[in-house]
């Protein structure tokens, strides 16, 4: 079975970090591009960043500079590092998985249960 | 920067009923559109891709239309698990969502 399972969250101190983690199983996150999408309670979903094949990364520039995306292809796992978080970081964070057709259209079509991280002193 | 607009923000119908929900994006995207549905506490669920391709195990009521620049969900027949919020997304930027409650 395909599956995302996330882990690490909790309450964090403003300037703190954090290290979250995302396990995958039934395909091989190496071979994907993966991404970590936010939701801040409440609102609507945000893209934060993406890890792609080669080892590429991007991100938000609400994050840029802060948050760091990796992955252990030895574990088959996705990781995001947060440091210097702020009040506003505070979110559900998803790993996602993208999916590509033959016309270069995209999509997360898997999905893992969230993990909540809550910055505040 | 794409920005991808919502409507309604809230949209109310019967079970049983159409519904429709539209995605507008600032600049055309082509066909690279995709529908989510999430449900309180859970997960987003992908609904659409190719602005009209449904998603594995996606029931037949959900079909997507639209390319450019102007998109639509549409649910043809509301059953009561389909009450939710539905987001579109573009890349990297998702609209701000439109909540289907029921009427």
Redesign the interface.
């Given at each position: 079975e395909v599956q995302l399972v996330e882990s690490g969250g909790g309450l964090i101190q403003p300037g703190g970090s954090l290290r979250l983690s995302c396990a995958a199983s039934g395909f091989t996150v190496s071979s994907n591009y993966m991404s970590w999408v936010r939701q801040a309670p409440g609102k609507g979903l945000e893209w934060v960043s993406i890890i792609y094949g080669d080892g590429s990364t991007y991100y938000a520039d609400s994050v840029k500079g802060r948050f760091t995306i990796s992955r252990d292809n030895s574990k088959n796992t996705l990781y995001f590092q947060m440091n210097s978080p702020r009040a506003e970081d505070t979110a559900v964070y998803y790993c996602a998985r993208s999916l590509y057709d033959s016309s270069g259209n995209d999509a997360f079509d898997v999905w893992g249960q969230g993990t909540m991280v809550t910055v505040s002193s | 920067e794409i920005v991808m607009t919502q409507s309604p923000a809230t949209l109310s119908v019967s079970p049983g009923e159409r519904a429709t929900l539209s995605c507008r994006a600032s600049q055309s995207v082509r066909?690279?559109?995709?529908w989510?549905q999430?449900k309180p506490g859970q997960?987003?669920?992908?609904l659409i891709?190719?602005?009209s391709?449904r998603?594995?195990g996606i029931p037949a009521r959900f079909s997507g239309s639209g390319s450019g620049t102007e998109f639509t969900l549409t649910i043809s027949s509301l059953q009561s698990e389909d009450f939710a919020v539905y987001?579109c997304?573009q890349?990297?930027?998702?609209?701000?969502?439109t909540k289907l409650e029921i009427k």
């Open positions: - | 066909s690279n559109l995709a989510y999430q997960a987003p669920r992908l891709y190719g602005a391709t998603a594995t987001y997304q890349r990297g930027t998702f609209g701000q969502g």
